[in-house]
């Protein structure tokens, strides 16, 4: 959610729709002082990976509400939004966009088949899998690391 957050502020501080890529530098790098200009950079390619920027003739737009996406006072990103090592949270963003609802939904969800389906007696990354099933998500290529992460006690 920080990634979301993180893209959704220059769109939300200059109530633009579309901004050029110099604009978003400009704004992550030396208004905001959050990061240099080629994590900058970075995010912005990540960002268009992840389906959460367009880039057509120059101008990035937002592939998502940012009205949605409340930023916090005082908000600065931390560097988990230039990490994508964690297979968990990557398959609750896909199940998250498939469905069309907010992570945080996802993760309720998660919660309620672990509690009321197996009382308790379910791994998370299992009841992911259990859920990304059920909306047909594809989840395969994160099951060996969904086994890693439970061999070392994750």
Do not use: C
Request: charged share 25%.
């Amino acid at each position: 959610m920080t990634l979301q957050t993180t893209i959704a502020a220059p769109f939300r501080h200059t109530r633009k729709k579309g901004m050029r890529k110099n604009e978003l530098v400009y704004f992550y790098a030396l208004d905001r002082k959050w990061m240099s200009s080629d994590q900058a950079n970075s995010l912005l390619r990540r960002a268009e990976e992840d389906g959460l920027l367009k880039l057509e003739n120059g101008v990035y737009s937002v592939l998502f509400d940012p009205a949605t996406v409340t930023i916090p006072i005082g908000f600065k990103p931390t560097s988990a939004i230039f990490e994508r090592n964690d297979p968990m949270q990557e398959l609750i963003s896909q199940i998250a966009k498939v469905r069309g609802v907010q992570e945080t939904d996802v993760v309720a969800e998660l919660n309620k088949v672990i509690k009321e389906q197996f009382d308790g007696n379910l791994l998370p990354p299992a009841a992911l899998v259990i859920i990304a099933k059920k909306y047909g998500v594809p989840f395969e290529q994160h099951l060996e690391a969904f086994r890693e992460n439970i061999k070392k006690g994750r």
